[in-house]
């Protein structure tokens, strides 16, 4: 057609074929799960590639095609840890961006998240246009939180716990962080729920902190934590 000028295609916005953000769901609740997928599936340069309803459906998806550009998880699935799904399949596909997607929205959770290498955080009770303006920020490579997490995450910043003393140097952050909670009064369900951990995690990393510190039982540990100033919302 002599003299007609076609549109130029606008620039992609992800890696996959023709700017199409292509995204995989990992959530062990059917119901939130499949509205998600409806809610994505019906925005334009969105298609849902893939779902897993457990830990380890998760780790096959993320890590078993190539084409997801960005993955939604949940912290709580039935079978373990979104956390540890998130480590595990970066460490595989380093490229993917992932949002966390969970109802969690306390410190920990958001801490233990980021240091996974998620790029995103919302709570499930998120607008769909806020789920939509994250699923697209990620595709592109920026970090986002939604504003309920973002205000704490600063807060939590601003309050200088980052540069306050950290007892027992020989533990690694994540026994410091279980060891906190139990000091705090939390049983080892009570403590998965806050860091998105499955119950069988938190039951082993506690055995750690006990032989890394020579400690006999919980009640000792928590004695011990206490002393050392963990524990500071103890119930």
Known sequence: MSGSTMPAAP?????SPGGVVSVALVDDHPVFRIGL???LGSLPGVVVVGQAASAAEGRALLTGRDDVDVALVDLDLGDGSGVDVIRDVLRVRPGLRVLVVTM???DG??????RAGARGYLLKSAPPDAVERAVRAAAAGEMILSPQVAERAMAYVLGGRT???VPFPQLTDREREVLDLVAAGLDNTGVARRLGLSTKTVRNVLA????KLALRDRAAAIARARAEGLGGDAI
């Open 109 to 114: 959770a958001v801490v233990a998240s980021v």
């Open 104 to 106: 969690h929205d306390d």
């Open 11 to 15: 620039p992609p916005t992800s890696g």
């Open 37 to 39: 997928a409806a809610l």
């Open 208 to 211: 750690t902190v006990l032989a």
């Open 163 to 165: 540069a306050a003393r």
